[in-house]
């Protein structure tokens, strides 16, 4: 599999900009192995459209800005992640995520991608994932297939992100049951939230059925305004379901009402998703970015140091 073009989704974004050079340049150098195992981190949330590629990719960019040596593994049949970082999706029976899932002798070191970002490389998602669901039905043992190829990896790299599909199927169970934490981005929409009842259902289950201590450990809100008022309410609300895990972007500054805080909604989301590059290496003084550094910061210091 090679790296595709940077323009990987085949668009042409009016406006388009050049990655932020000096925050590349910031990266090269600064290569260096941080942990001895590395931790896994499953961005999930069964909502469509939340937010979860777009999360995944800005960590990525951001922890290899750091000099964390970044693991991709794309579960999703859409391969956004993939596309997203510049790389062609997997089309064959013998590429990428689905291999690693369908095939019994599978190596993970023969579908590992480089891209064209220092520090990241990518197990890739694609079409052919439609099929994992039904073929692995029967298969005794079928919650664990991921988690075997992730844990050979685990010496191999710092940060493993899992990119999951908008549903709670085998898929996401596998990357659940492969992680060691869940981060979930969140919509401030009602139905959005509403959602959230059924991933903490379904990370309940698997610590019971499946006797695996994993939990939902960062959440934080997206396309989020602190002037509109159904923010503010969303906020409270995610505040009150996950009072240790919600991170605020921004600090409540003391001449001003506290409303929280979340990433904002900004065009260079997509611009930098449709020129392959991780957000936050493609402009990296965005406010946007800015936010999702916040994040960076958390999780690091939360799951990542000590
Ligand atoms: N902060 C933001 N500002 C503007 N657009 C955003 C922001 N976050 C995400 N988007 C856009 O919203 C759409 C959905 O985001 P994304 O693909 O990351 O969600 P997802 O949860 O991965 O979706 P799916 O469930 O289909 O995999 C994309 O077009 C993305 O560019
Ligand atoms: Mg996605």
């Keep these: 599999m090679s790296a595709a073009p940077t323009d990987a989704a085949g668009i042409t974004t009016p406006g388009q900009r050049s990655p932020d050079n000096r925050a590349t340049r910031r990266a090269v150098g600064r290569i260096t ?29 951001e922890l290899a800005r750091r000099g964390f040596r970044v693991l991709v593994i794309d579960c999703d049949e859409q391969g956004n992640a993939t596309i997203g970082l510049g790389v062609a999706v997997a089309e064959q029976d013998t590429e990428g995520t689905y291999y690693l899932l369908m095939d019994d002798e599978a190596k993970p070191a023969a579908v590992i991608a480089p891209t064209p970002h220092d520090n990241i490389s990518v197990i890739a998602g694609g079409p052919k994932l439609s099929e994992v669901a039904a073929a692995l039905a029967s298969e005794m043992g079928n919650h664990a297939f991921l988690s075997t190829h992730v844990d050979a990896l685990r010496g191999e790299f710092d940060v493993i992100l899992l990119d999951t599909p908008p549903a709670l199927s085998l898929l996401t169970i596998n990357a659940l049951y492969a992680a060691d934490e869940i981060t979930t981005p969140i919509n401030p929409g009602v139905f959005d939230l509403r959602g959230i009842a059924e991933l903490t259902k379904t990370v309940k289950r698997i610590n019971s059925r499946l006797n695996k201590a994993i939990a939902i450990a960062h959440v934080f809100l997206i396309n989020f305004n602190p002037r509109r008022r159904n923010d503010q309410d969303a906020y409270r609300f995610v505040k009150e379901a996950f009072p240790d895990a919600l991170i605020d972007t921004a600090d409540p500054q003391p001449d001003r009402e506290w409303h929280g805080s979340g990433v904002p909604q900004s065009a260079s989301v997509n611009s930098s998703q449709s020129a392959g590059i991780p957000l936050t290496l493609y402009e990296a003084r965005a406010a946007v970015s800015r936010a999702y550094c916040r994040v960076t910061d958390v999780i690091e210091q939360r799951s990542l140091r000590g």
């Design 33 to 61: 192995r941080k942990l001895t195992r590395a931790k896994v981190i499953a961005v999930a949330n069964q909502k469509g459209g939340s937010g979860k590629t777009t999360t995944i990719l800005a960590l990525a960019g």
